[in-house]
């Protein structure tokens, strides 16, 4: 596959428009090779997956966080923003990232989440496109669904709200987004799912009577990994999509 009908997949899948303004998406890198045959997917550009591109020998790697994101003014090893991008580059390799663009799109970060979760008939919570709301199949106990989600994304998940509460409606935004709780209470979600809370997200959220589970910036974005890559690959074309085995979350249980 050419590298240009790679960009266009990407766009017909996450459109840059979708983006928030302070964003920085699309191709950030433009690989050595034009000719794309192997791309890995992943998170973050970080010297990990750097690594890992390196040896699978890809051209291209896609990933959901930027880099260069408050912009760069010098591309160094020993910086570990750029550390990741300067062994690419070093190798040749291009780097796609799709971020608040794969947030909004339909089948994007929240649809993933809400597919992982047994979230259905999934509809915005914002008008930009940003989290999702949708029932579960049938009520259940709010600790119940917490181990559920604990279970599901392999997460050490933190808890706000009646433990007992029967949940029927979720609103869920993966990553960082303890700031959406009010729109999840005013679509009428019993429960807000989350990859980070602020202290003072989380005290808003209990005082408007909203269970709100902290499930981990990772663990709630990883899923889209899986999906997207379902999306990408094409039988008719030779590009192998690679799903990272190096990457895991920065922080994790003692």
Do not use: W
């Amino acid at each position: 596959m050419q590298l240009n009908d790679f960009v266009a997949m990407m766009q017909g899948i996450a459109p840059n428009e979708l983006s928030m303004g302070y964003d920085n998406v699309g191709l950030l890198i433009g690989p050595e090779s034009k000719d794309i045959k192997k791309v890995l997917v992943a998170l973050d550009c970080s010297t990990i997956t750097a690594e890992e591109a390196i040896r699978l020998n890809c051209e291209l790697m896609l990933t959901h966080h930027p880099v260069f994101f408050h912009g760069a003014k010098r591309i160094s090893l020993d910086d570990p923003a750029t550390a990741g991008a300067y062994m690419l580059m070093r190798a040749g390799i291009g780097l796609y990232a799709a971020h608040t663009n794969l947030d909004a799109c339909d089948g994007g970060v929240n649809d993933a989440l809400c597919d992982a979760l047994g979230i259905m008939e999934q509809a915005a919570i914002t008008p930009d496109g940003i989290g999702r709301i949708g029932a579960l199949r049938q009520p259940v106990r709010f600790y119940d669904y917490a181990r559920l989600v604990e279970d599901r994304l392999g997460a050490a998940v933190r808890v706000s709200g009646d433990m007992d509460k029967l949940i029927s409606k979720v609103a869920v935004v993966g990553g960082a987004g303890g700031e959406y709780a009010g729109f999840a209470q005013q679509a009428g979600a019993d429960l807000f799912i989350s990859g980070e809370f602020r202290h003072h997200e989380g005290i808003y959220a209990r005082e408007m009577g909203l269970c709100i589970i902290d499930a981990g910036h990772y663990e709630t974005e990883k899923p889209v990994l899986k999906a997207m890559i379902n999306r990408l690959h094409r039988p008719c074309d030779d590009v192998q999509y690679n799903l990272t085995q190096c990457e895991s979350g920065p922080l994790s249980r003692i």
